[in-house]
């Protein structure tokens, strides 16, 4: 009798996550398929890999910290990061996704109404909130506000994660004032990790050249043998304990590496190093 109690107890357990999880990913908004099985992991570095398996755990929440991929358009930002999403979402954590621009239009709105703070009180509801493609909001000064103020409610409680193809030095376009930019990044990169993809290719692009390469006009069989050699990059080989901390400064001299520090005690740093700061594949 027992046993069998104990039996209905776990199926309506199960039942019940899995209803809820259906319910997460409904409110979510996360692209359809977007998951770590249909990401071509391959593609990335190793430090690459090893990042992304530790957001898995989605530890990162705890500690209110920030995700922040840039790269290049097409090179998988947004498929990694909604990867990570769904991830979350397994693990019970309500998750919103929402291009950029719209979450802007959302706050400008709410706050013609008068109702700027319950808008994000509704945000502050989601345990994470992935804006994609914030490179492209290059608007008024007013969009620029409600977008620095969502950000500024959230810091250092509630985690963000972002995709961009524009590195920190260019980051004025969005936030169109020094002062602004550089309170902004400091934010966002004072409990942060960088997934750096700026060396990865586009996949679109290859995909485009595959496409248009001529037929290959067949060839006489050789004499030599030719082996097959595994191309795949090992995890192995990524050094996890000197990895985390390491960033790369960009600035007129060309880049020089330096190790992150905590910037609590001084929110106001230096604008130009601030607003030029890139990690290469580390934790900040």
Not at 105 to 117: E, F, G, I, S
Not at 125 to 135: E, N, P, S
Not at 190 to 206: G, K, T
Request: glycine share 4%; proline share 4%.
């Amino acid at each position: 009798m027992r046993a069998y109690l104990y039996e209905l107890v776990q199926q309506e357990l199960e039942q019940r996550t899995q209803r809820r999880t259906a319910r997460l990913i409904r409110a979510a908004g996360l692209p359809a398929e977007k998951t770590f099985r249909t990401l071509a992991l391959t593609r990335l570095s190793p430090a690459l890999q090893l990042q992304l398996e530790r957001l898995k755990s989605a530890s990162f929440l705890e500690t209110a910290t920030n995700i922040l991929a840039i790269g290049k358009p097409g090179v998988g930002k947004s498929h990694c990061l909604a990867a990570v999403g769904y991830e979350l979402i397994y693990a019970g954590h309500s998750v919103l996704w929402t291009p950029t621009s719209m979450l802007v239009q959302r706050l400008l709105a709410a706050k013609r109404d008068l109702r700027l703070p319950q808008e994000l009180a509704k945000l502050d509801k989601f345990a994470c909130v992935i804006l994609d493609d914030i490179g492209y909001v290059q608007q008024n000064r007013d969009e620029m506000e409600v977008l620095f103020t969502f950000l500024a409610e959230r810091y250092e409680r509630k985690s963000v994660m972002i995709t961009t193809n524009l590195v920190f030095s260019e980051w004025e376009r969005i936030f169109k004032d020094p002062m602004t930019t550089m309170a902004a990044i400091d934010r966002l990169v004072h409990h942060s990790v960088i997934l750096d993809m700026m060396s990865v290719e586009s996949y679109r692009a290859e995909a485009a050249n595959q496409q248009h390469l001529p037929s290959a006009r067949p060839k006489k069989p050789s004499s030599r043998r030719t082996s097959l050699h595994e191309t795949a990059p090992s995890l192995q080989n990524a050094d996890a304990s000197t990895q985390d901390d390491l960033g790369v400064l960009e600035n007129a001299h060309g880049p020089a590496t330096f190790v992150a520090e905590d910037t609590s005690s001084n929110p106001l740093i230096n604008a130009s190093k601030s607003a030029s700061l890139i990690a290469a594949d580390g934790t900040v």
